[in-house]
């Protein structure tokens, strides 16, 4: 039977093919010339997010990529496509040469000695990471047939609590300045900005939570969306008997950095060789953005009150017992009062303790200037927009380099204070190049300072930040 065909359905046809040819091609130029290519070919114009997650999540044999190390210090590496099996990291590459100098002394250590009172830790051995060529992997069966992609960004601590040692990650500057600062300067100078999709943990929970809680309210509201791991979820990871492909991982280990440092050993702080990484300017804009925007959505607002008139905060620590002499203290705020009378500074006389943490936060954003006695409060200048100046306050006889390497890190112009004198980076070394002492009083209340000579500093400081401009948040 003919089948026919009228006008009106002719039409309708040509209108539908018209239509599917426009939805389901694209126009493709290259070098002047101009292709049509079908619908299934603009994936590779899409930003990667976009990308389906659960597609490429389990990756066959034939397919697994080689390792790389991206950058690193001792102590801390960044890696991409990094293994793991039967809780084994596994570096494999054809071209070992590739790797840092230090090896896996620089990377991971072994748990030390419970008998040795010294706490040395050797290397890690194979049972906590080896470098292995493809086809050494394939021999020993090390990886199996297949791997699951762990995707995104993770930063791994590998220091746990043995015996009385602790892990260190139970005090917040030891977390944020040290290991996970070491861990985002690593991920940075590979030239990534991402924010990091998990933290993992091979401690327990006890040895990395610190008392006051401002590691766990940093994990969950500067970073919300990373994943925290537990030690018992490195352990069924390891148990599963299944092979993780990890595309972008740091791992952070105190006792690399202090067996292998370079710098590490003479201030015998974990953190000395990480100025030696080069890392933009902006290096921490995209925590800081997450915590301005934190701060502006609780209705803090990160300006001056007037805006030719610079911030400046003064760390107080005379409710703890390493603090200054009362008198010292009073005389210093006096001081600064005075200033702030005159329309110098705007001043903020803080006891950081007291205030709720985004108005701390939000505090020490918009603070061009910072000084305070040598403590944790100091951490605070990590968010300070770079190129801001710091004051540590020590005690006259004594010096200790923690807060000094943020200032270098941070290329805020910093100054250890002695009383009546800034006590500049060429009398920070003895002459065997190790630092100098702390000396007796560094845990006292028996700090002093010179308030008249300090107003006389913070007049020289803020005269260069009177046009300090906050960058805007780019999204
Ligand atoms: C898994 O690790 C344990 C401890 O390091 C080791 O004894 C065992 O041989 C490993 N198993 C495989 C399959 O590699
Ligand atoms: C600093 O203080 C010391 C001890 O009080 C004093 O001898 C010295 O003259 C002071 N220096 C300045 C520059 O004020």
Redesign the pocket.
């Known amino acids: 039977m003919p089948i026919a065909i009228n006008r009106l359905t002719a039409f309708l046809l040509a209108g539908l093919c018209i239509t599917v040819f426009l939805t389901h091609t694209v126009v493709q130029q290259t070098t002047g010339q101009s292709t049509i290519q079908h619908i299934s070919k603009l994936s590779k114009f899409l930003p990667s997010k976009t990308v389906n997650r659960w597609a490429d999540l389990y990756v066959s044999e034939d397919d697994f990529p080689e390792t790389t190390h991206m950058s690193g210090v001792a102590g801390f590496n960044y890696f991409h496509n990094l293994y793991s099996?039967?809780?084994?990291f596994l570096i494999v590459t054809s071209n070992p040469e590739s790797l840092p100098s230090y090896g896996i002394s620089g990377i991971l250590s072994a748990l030390s000695d419970p008998l040795d009172k010294y706490h040395n830790h050797a290397p890690a051995g194979?049972?906590r990471i080896m470098i292995v060529s493809p086809q050494e992997a394939k021999e020993r069966m090390?990886l199996g047939k297949a791997a699951i992609r762990k995707s995104g960004v993770s930063l791994m601590f590998a220091d746990v609590k043995e015996g009385t040692l602790s892990s260190f990650l139970n005090h917040y500057y030891h977390f944020i300045g040290e290991m996970f600062l070491g861990l985002w300067r690593v991920v940075t100078a590979a030239g990534e900005i991402e924010l990091p999709s998990r933290l993992i943990y091979r401690a327990e929970s006890a040895d990395w939570r610190d008392r006051a809680g401002i590691t766990t309210w940093f994990q969950q509201a500067v970073l919300p969306e990373a994943e925290i791991e537990e030690a018992t979820i490195y352990e069924d990871r390891k148990k599963s008997g299944v092979t993780f492909l990890f595309d972008k991982i740091a791992i952070a280990d105190r006792w690399a950095a202090h067996r292998i440092g370079q710098e590490v050993k003479y201030w015998n702080k974990a953190n000395a060789d990480l100025p030696l990484l080069d890392v933009p300017l902006t290096w921490m804009d995209p925590l800081r953005d997450q915590i301005k925007r934190l701060a502006l959505a609780e209705g803090c607002d990160v300006k001056r009150k007037r805006s030719k008139v610079p911030v400046v905060t003064y760390i107080n620590r005379q409710l703890t017992s390493r603090r200054l002499i009362d008198e010292d203290d009073q005389e210093l705020i006096e001081e600064m009062e005075k200033l702030d009378d005159e329309g110098v500074i705007e001043f903020h006389n803080a006891f950081m303790e007291k205030l709720p943490r985004v108005d701390q936060f939000c505090l020490v954003m918009k603070t061009d200037v910072m000084f305070g006695v040598h403590g944790n409060g100091l951490s605070h200048q990590l968010w300070m927009k770079p190129k801001s100046a710091v004051m540590e306050i020590m005690p006259v006889n004594g010096f200790a380099r923690d807060y000094a390497i943020l200032g270098e890190m941070m290329n805020h112009e910093y100054y250890a204070i002695h009383y009546n004198e800034t006590f500049p980076p060429e009398k920070w070394r003895k002459e065997n190049g190790y630092g100098v002492d702390q000396g007796p009083d560094f845990h006292s209340p028996r700090y002093t300072i010179d308030g008249k000579w300090m107003a006389g500093m913070v007049r020289e400081l803020v005269s260069i930040r009177i046009n300090a401009i906050e960058p805007p948040l780019p999204w």
């Open positions: 099996a039967n809780g084994t194979e049972d090390l």
